[in-house]
């Protein structure tokens, strides 16, 4: 079986400073290449391409893997949130996402809040490699505040190969 590639769904609102800090650089730090990145912009009033904008102008070595990332915008407003009563709608974009602009074997999920250790990715391939017949799996998650630290190394993540 071949390396998989994995769609990466991020879901984005109005915290360019924590994803351009935390949620994107663990994407594009990734030892794993075989990846693409949709950012799902819930209208935000800073949106996601111009995020994506001053995040790549901010760390050119990252402009050679931007035709990776796609951005989707919900064009949801205040008043069509309401009149839903507030119900998300990130799970019907993260389906025409899938459907629509992904080839991708495995898709993942993260907040703007959320990262990838470096090698995750590579972890989770080979996983899949391993266990072929699995369709779903979780990680270990750590918690952390974004803006108390500098990067994931001030974390202390312990990494496993052991699987579950």
Request: aromatic fraction near 12%; hydrophobic fraction near 35%; glycine fraction near 4%.
């Amino acid at each position: 079986m071949s390396d998989l590639k994995f769609e990466i769904l991020l879901f984005y609102y109005d915290r360019p400073a924590i994803v351009q800090k935390f949620a994107l650089p663990s994407v594009f730090n990734s030892e794993y290449s075989n990846w693409e990145l949709t950012i799902i912009d819930d209208s935000s009033c800073q949106g996601a391409d111009k995020v994506m904008e001053e995040f790549l102008s901010n760390n050119l070595k990252y402009v050679s893997q931007s035709h990776k990332v796609k951005i989707i915008k919900t064009g949801d407003t205040l008043e069509t949130k309401e009149a839903r009563g507030w119900e998300s709608i990130f799970g019907m974009f993260a389906n025409i996402a899938l459907e629509k602009h992904s080839d991708a074997d495995i898709c993942l999920m993260l907040c703007d809040d959320d990262g990838l250790t470096p090698h995750y990715l590579s972890h989770l391939n080979k996983f899949y490699q391993e266990n072929p017949d699995n369709i779903y799996s979780y990680c270990h998650v750590c918690r952390f505040n974004p803006l108390e630290i500098e990067s994931f190394d001030d974390i202390g993540i312990e990494l496993s190969d052991d699987y579950i």
